[in-house]
């Protein structure tokens, strides 16, 4: 057959294929042109799951008369001009291919009204570009687009197309994760005729955090800590779950760049590398998050969806998201852990008014039951608890290797004159109180001033000792050990140039690392915490992250698993009965270290009872 063009539906249709997946992939479209628009209010409106209508209505700035033809048309769009506005893109839709495609599979309607026009005006379209008509419509100002019958004339793909409620619940978590976009931004959903979601414009930190209990539940807000960074022309805010609130699965994971939802493996790297110390294992982390950069330095053009992006500074934007988030968990401390509640309940009687407020713990989440029992009588067995790797440890050589390089530290430090049990009327309450008891020779029970705080002796004291061998390790250089018998690692050519770029990053690791040959590295001296590991197959590990996500800090997390090996091993035990100066110290120590509300497994060290439900388990004031 001779070559030919084909027909301008058919080539909106194939162009469908990749940006109209299903119902809530019009959605999207469509409200990100809202968006774009400068609309404040976007409504959406649904029937028997996007199948059978999809219509959005904004109050934009509309579309021009004579522009209406070019909207229906591919590759037209008025945002951007040149190549260079493509390389530094400030809008959502930019393509000009989502209404085309939409009008090809389905049939559209388009109704738009500018502010200087008489009245607005309406389109017919289905994806065959022809010359189109517009006729007058008393429509207000901003733009309607109604999509009715999606796939009806592709019924390959209208196959393809699950339950109406399936359908449905696509849209309902897009619709969600939109409205996190956009807090300056009302919305509004309703399927079948009933509404379901109504968002008023959020502009207050107060109004921001009740559309996130709408979306999430009030639960979210309650475990989660508000974080601002800033550094390097870059920007992160928003939520971030404590450790404790974790999820079996990755549904609660919102990150948005320059307002854009995204997923990307980079970002999920550096979060996933910042939970790493603090949170167990199989399970996943909570956030919304934004970050906010120079458009220039993100190219947004990568995916047919845009639910993908590059970054041209990768390395750096993994450093800054890491060492943020690090950084804001780290300082979750129980003063910060705690909500304020003095504000909203009565001062005890009696209690002092120079206390400073006193505040509520967390709801700490259940781990599911399949994990909840092994891990209440395991025995911290390092290779199992602190994590899953095909690296050799002989934890025993290690501890005897480093414990050389570490300060010796008693299990507790207690200081004379023993802490009183009981506060002054005037004294201020530490934020973990005062130690009453040691409860079966396991948890300690404490008095606050708004109620009683259990803690878990062992897994508590197990991250403050393991804190304190992290922070000795990285103050000073860290010690390397020169190989009696060299090791020789077999690597691709890639790799080993790689290698030859990296030599400081692995010599300051505490590596001498040489390479032999066009695929062949030469490994001889390593840091004194690894010895007994394979080395060969570190090196690759290290080597493949750094082609990934151009770094890694797999060294780093083995050494911390080490150190949390010793850790484990140098803490209180269960059956050791602490004496009160004891458990006071304990909780001092708490107080003053960083992510002391996880052991180094991420199981809590530590939950509270405030008086209020002291009182609602015993029906007090009922």
């Not at 639960?219 to 870059?234: E, K, Q, R, T, Y």
């Not at 220039?296 to 998201?321: C, I, M, W, Y």
């Amino acid at each position: 057959m001779r070559i030919h063009a084909l027909p301008a539906q058919l080539v909106n249709q194939i162009a469908a294929g990749e940006v109209v997946e299903r119902p809530a992939s019009v959605v999207k479209e469509l409200v990100e042109n809202s968006l774009d628009a400068g609309a404040t209010h976007i409504g959406v409106e649904i029937e028997k799951g996007g199948a059978q209508r999809i219509r959005i209505r904004d109050n934009g700035c509309g579309i021009d008369k004579d522009d209406l033809p070019l909207a229906l048309s591919r590759h037209a769009t008025s945002k951007i001009q040149s190549l260079q506005d493509l390389e530094q893109v400030a809008t959502m839709g930019f393509r000009g291919e989502a209404l085309p495609s939409i009008s090809s599979v389905s049939r559209l309607t388009l109704i738009s009204r500018v502010a200087d026009a008489d009245c607005a005006w309406r389109v017919q379209a289905d994806g065959t570009e022809e010359v189109l008509d517009p006729q007058p419509d008393p429509h207000p100002l901003g733009t309607t687009i109604d999509v009715c019958d999606i796939f009806y004339n592709t019924p390959a793909r209208r196959k393809f197309l699950k339950a109406d409620k399936t359908e449905f619940a696509h849209i309902d978590t897009l619709f969600k994760r939109m409205a996190l976009s956009r807090f300056d931004v009302a919305f509004e959903l309703k399927h079948n005729q009933r509404d379901i979601f109504k968002f008023k414009i959020a502009q207050t930190p107060a109004e921001q955090e009740l559309r996130l209990a709408q979306i999430f539940g009030r639960n979210f807000l309650d475990n989660a800590v508000n974080i601002d960074f800033s550094a390097s022309g870059m920007r992160l805010h928003g939520w971030v779950g404590l450790p404790t609130f974790s999820r079996s699965q990755q549904d609660m994971q919102y990150f948005y760049v320059n307002g854009r939802l995204i997923k990307d493996r980079l970002v999920t790297h550096a979060i996933k590398q910042a939970y790493q110390d603090v949170l167990f294992h199989g399970r996943h982390p909570v956030y919304v998050l934004y970050l906010t950069l120079d458009p220039s330095l993100v190219d947004v053009n990568a995916h047919p969806q845009k639910l993908e992006v590059r970054f041209r500074e990768g390395r750096t934007v993994h450093d800054f998201l890491f060492k943020a988030l690090h950084r804001s968990l780290a300082d979750v401390r129980p003063k910060t852990q705690l909500a304020t509640e003095s504000a909203t309940e009565p001062a005890a009687e009696g209690a002092s008014a120079s206390r400073p407020p006193v505040q509520q713990v967390v709801d700490f989440q259940p781990l599911p039951a399949s994990t909840e029992k092994p891990i209440a009588r395991q025995s911290y067995s390092p290779r199992a608890a602190s994590r899953q790797s095909a690296l050799p440890l002989d934890v025993d050589a290690q501890i005897d290797a480093y414990a050389k390089l570490l300060t010796p530290t008693q299990p507790l430090a207690v200081q004379e004159p023993a802490v009183p049990t009981a506060p002054a009327q005037t004294e201020t309450v530490p934020a973990l109180g005062y130690a009453v008891a040691h409860l079966h020779d396991i948890y300690i029970l404490a008095e606050t001033a708004n109620g009683i705080i259990l803690v878990d002796a062992h897994a508590a004291h197990e991250r403050v000792t393991y804190e304190k061998f992290k922070t000795q390790y990285h103050q000073g250089t860290i010690p390397s050990q020169p190989l009696l018998l060299p090791v020789q690692v077999q690597v691709s050519r890639v790799e080993a140039d790689l290698a030859d770029d990296e030599q400081a990053f692995f010599m300051h690791l505490g590596f001498e690392l040489n390479r032999m040959g066009e695929e062949m590295l030469v490994v001889r001296a390593i840091p004194v915490l690894l010895i007994g590991t394979d080395i060969a197959l570190l090196i690759k590990d290290v080597l493949a992250d750094i082609i990934a996500h151009g770094m890694s800090q797999r060294i780093e997390q083995y050494s911390n698993d080490i150190l949390a090996s010793i850790a484990c091993h140098g803490s209180v035990r269960a059956n050791r009965h602490l004496t009160v100066p004891e458990m006071d110290a304990l909780l001092r120590d708490m107080e003053k270290t960083e992510r002391s509300g996880q052991c180094n497994h991420g199981r809590p060290t530590w939950v509270e009872l405030t008086k209020k439900e002291l009182d609602q388990l015993f029906l007090r004031g009922q």
